[in-house]
């Protein structure tokens, strides 16, 4: 019988929900998971690799080493004891289960919340840790060797100082308690010894200041970083609110609070020395900071009154009032003179003010993000958008003009810049403003905004956006609480392709994205744990080269991973802190895993690496159950043995994507009859992947349908490799092929749905491979009126 064909290719629309699924675009897509539609393509999402060598140059360590045996490095016997918080000076330094130390390569892992000194988990030696102190001793480690802690907390910010080399700028990440600097083959370190004190809400925000004059250093940058971490209501900044701090042109951190650092912007009125100027109001913090018209721009300040003045101590007291809505800025210089945040007109003691001030937007909406379109910089509240307009005027160098009343932005982090508009993610929407008009593009998934990025439990707070320039995509990561209850951090992953308009998504768990310069030309002993035929990437790529600009994302435990677009696998950035057995079934065993922040689902695959004191041919388990945010369970047939540490966790993703209700005859009032689809898709190694069909606006898997009742339908297995070679001699020198998948359905429509099963997922070298779909061809007939 001769069938029409229909070809359903290039793909550019990419995911569509505003329509019904029979009335989207040929090549939209009712549901797209860990893929995304890139140049005429169905693609395999992202993956990931460390940002170092390994996983200990990836996670946010403090060197434990003073100076002397015993402190923070091991003897001559590989013995060590000390208490990390005296060494790091951090009294209140949050102590945990999963919390690990290292030494050269031997991992201790803290597994017991019980008072005193307890066993840590380690593959050698031996070592106790007390989490009531924070006390360890090291028996039997490698010997002579430096001691580093990780104390595994959620990457809170990640940025780069804009100093030294052009394009090899230095990358600094922020945890909730420290600040850290990445050296290429070291790693993640400590720097300088500021402590914060923020929660996991306390994001980092942080900006670059190059002015002619910084602190008496002519030309030298300057980095400003803030996490708007204050107590409201109290009478003065507490112990655990945090200032607006910089790095000096020394290297070292330095708070803006106290003479002669902080933001002063009345000095004493009377003038009286030793007390002037230092003992006028003050900013305590603020939300954001940016770079303006040669001045810094404080929005959403913390203001106080420092009505309690006292040199004795405490200095610095009296009432911090929150100012949402209000911007305020410095003098044309350096934001650290002594008299650059004094306002027009009020000056003490010779320091005279000359422009400082600030603007009050005429709303009582609070400020959330902000980002320049070119010169302009546009500011977002929870519901307008508004500008920043300067002036030129001297006495009043800014204003506030509405460019939208009734779009505004959501997530501090939420907004991402172009050369020509920026875009944000509000309460009805994604939103991009131009400069003068402010207007959704989220038109083909209107819905995603309200169903996903809920607004409770300050999910919006953890939306962070960043730009890909090398895949043209601009990616979102929120907290979807319908995929898992327990979710606590960013579960998910909007992906937007800013060429052709279209969206996706993905499951991962980030929490700060950031750009990364200072990477070295990859390696093959650093790229993956796969062979040179398997590596999807070439070795003149951009992308593994030295200095190339990459994103760069945090995890809830301290990791610091490298987005790559051409890897087809995601890094293991999970710690195992224990794994022990649960219950034995016939055929296999149940095993519980704390890994802390997993952030996994039921029905969700992992891969376990780099574990040892176990063996597990298999490497790729499903999760079987989630007991709470810190550990889940796990079935596993071939796991053996008992776990000393070291190990880790990669999230394994799913492809899925589903067509739309597919009816070349639909004009003509005509059921389809779908003899076959030729699927063309780029040639690996491994891969496969199953396409599963329902006709008639149904949800019926064919596929589950046909085994209850043992038809012979297929399995709808497509393979991406090629055929053997006795039968296509052709497909082994190919690099694009065309399968065949039988179906022989009618209906009044047919959709497909593509998928891995746990089957697929479960084989290491196929849930590792890339896939990429490049044409649908349909071969089918009318079938009868349509019913």
């Known amino acids: 019988m001769a069938f029409d064909r229909f070809l359903i290719a290039p793909f550019n629309t990419g995911l569509q929900t505003d329509l019904r699924p029979f009335l989207i675009m040929d090549d939209a897509f009712t549901y797209l998971q860990n893929a995304y539609v890139f140049r ?19 996670r946010l360590s403090t060197s434990l080493f003073i100076g002397g045996n015993g402190i923070g490095i091991t003897d001559s016997t590989g013995a060590a004891s000390g208490n990390v918080r005296t060494i790091l000076a951090d009294s209140g330094l949050p102590l945990a289960i999963g919390q690990t130390f290292s030494i050269g390569t031997q991992l201790y892992n803290v597994i017991s919340s019980t008072a005193g ?65 990445f050296t290429p083959g070291s790693g993640w370190d400590r720097s300088g010894t500021a402590i914060w004190h923020g929660n996991n809400l306390k994001y980092f925000w942080a900006t670059n200041w190059q002015g002619s004059v910084t602190n008496a250093n002519t030309g030298v940058p300057v980095m400003f970083v803030t996490n708007f971490n204050w107590t409201p ?53 603020a939300l954001m900071i940016v770079v303006f018209k040669n001045r810094l721009v404080l929005l959403n300040t913390v203001e106080n009154n420092n009505s309690g003045y006292n040199p004795t101590g405490p200095v610095y007291s009296g009432t911090a009032t929150h100012y949402k809505n209000r911007a305020r800025y410095c003098f044309l210089g350096s934001p650290l003179a002594i008299n650059a945040w004094y306002e027009t007109g009020k000056d003490s003691s010779g320091n005279v003010a000359a422009g400082a001030g600030y603007e009050d937007c005429p709303t009582e909406e609070a400020i959330i993000s902000s980002e320049f379109v070119k010169d302009r910089l546009i500011v977002y509240f929870e519901r307008s958008t508004w500008e920043f307009a300067y002036t030129g005027i001297d006495s009043r160098p800014f204003v506030w003009q509405k460019l939208n009343t009734e779009l505004g932005s959501q997530g501090v982090f939420s907004t991402v810049p172009f050369d020509r508009e920026c875009l944000t993610i509000g309460n009805t929407g994604i939103h991009a403003c131009n400069g003068s008009n402010v207007a959704r593009i989220d038109t083909k998934i209107p819905d995603e905004v309200f169903d996903a990025f809920k ?44 060429q052709n308009k279209s969206w996706a998504l993905n499951d991962d768990c980030f929490t700060a994205f950031g750009y990364f310069e200072q990477q070295a030309d990859e390696t093959w002993e650093s790229s993956a744990p796969q062979t040179w035929e398997e590596f999807p990437a070439t070795w003149i790529d951009g992308i593994i080269q030295a200095q190339q600009r990459q994103i760069i994302a945090g995890t809830p435990e301290g990791f610091v991973l490298r987005i790559v677009p051409d890897n087809p696998f995601n890094a293991p950035s999970m710690q195992i802190t224990n794994l022990i057995p649960s219950v034995v079934v016939p055929g296999g065993e149940y095993f519980d895993l704390t890994v802390i922040n997993h952030n996994c689902a039921i029905g969700d695959f992992v891969s376990i690496q780099t574990a040892t004191g176990i063996t597990y041919p298999t490497g790729y388990y499903q999760v079987f159950g989630v007991i709470d945010v810190n550990n889940i369970t796990i079935y596993a047939k071939d796991l053996t043995g008992t776990y000393t540490g070291g190990g880790t966790l990669a999230r394994v993703s799913n492809i899925q994507f589903t067509t739309k209700q597919i009816n070349p005859y639909d004009k003509d009032g005509s059921d389809v009859y779908l003899a076959r689809v030729d699927f063309m898709v780029e040639k690996t190694d491994y891969g496969q992947i199953t396409v599963d069909y329902a006709p008639s606006s149904t949800e019926l898997s064919m596929i589950n349908e046909a085994q209850s009742t043992n038809s012979i339908m297929g399995t709808g297995v497509l393979e991406t490799y090629a055929y053997p070679a006795y039968y296509y001699p052709l497909e082994q020198n190919q690099q694009r092929l065309v399968h065949p998948i039988y179906f022989q359905t009618t209906g009044t429509c047919v959709q497909l749905n593509f998928y891995q099963t746990p089957t697929q997922l479960g084989n290491a070298n196929i849930a590792t491979s890339d896939f990429q779909l490049d044409a649908i061809t349909l071969f089918c007939n009318k079938s009868g009126r349509m019913q």
């Open 117 to 181: 000194a307890q066993p840590m988990l380690t593959s050698s030696g031996s070592g106790t840790f007390n989490i009531s102190t924070g006390a360890y001793t090291i028996t039997g480690g490698p010997a002579d060797t430096t001691i580093y802690f990780y104390p595994s907390l959620p990457v809170m910010g990640l940025t780069q100082y804009e100093s030294g080399i052009i394009n090899d700028h230095p990358s600094y990440a922020f945890d909730t308690r420290y600040a850290y600097v």
């Open 40 to 58: 005429g393509r169905v693609r395999k999402r992202f993956g990931s690799l460390f940002m170092g060598t390994n996983q200990l140059e990836s």
């Open 233 to 285: 209501g109290a009478a003065a900044p507490a112990a655990t609110d945090d200032p607006i701090w910089y790095m000096s042109p020394a290297g070292t951190w330095v708070a803006m609070l106290g003479s002669p650092n902080g933001i002063f912007f009345l000095p004493n009125p009377t003038g009286s020395s030793p007390l002037a100027p230092y003992t006028g109001p003050f900013v305590q913090t």
């Open 455 to 498: 607004i409770k439990n300050d999910s919006p707070k953890r939306i962070q956006g960043i730009r890909d320039y090398y895949t043209e995509l601009v990616y979102w990561c929120f907290v979807n609480t319908a995929a898992e209850p327990t979710q606590v951090f960013a579960n998910q992953i909007l992906v937007y392709n800013y």
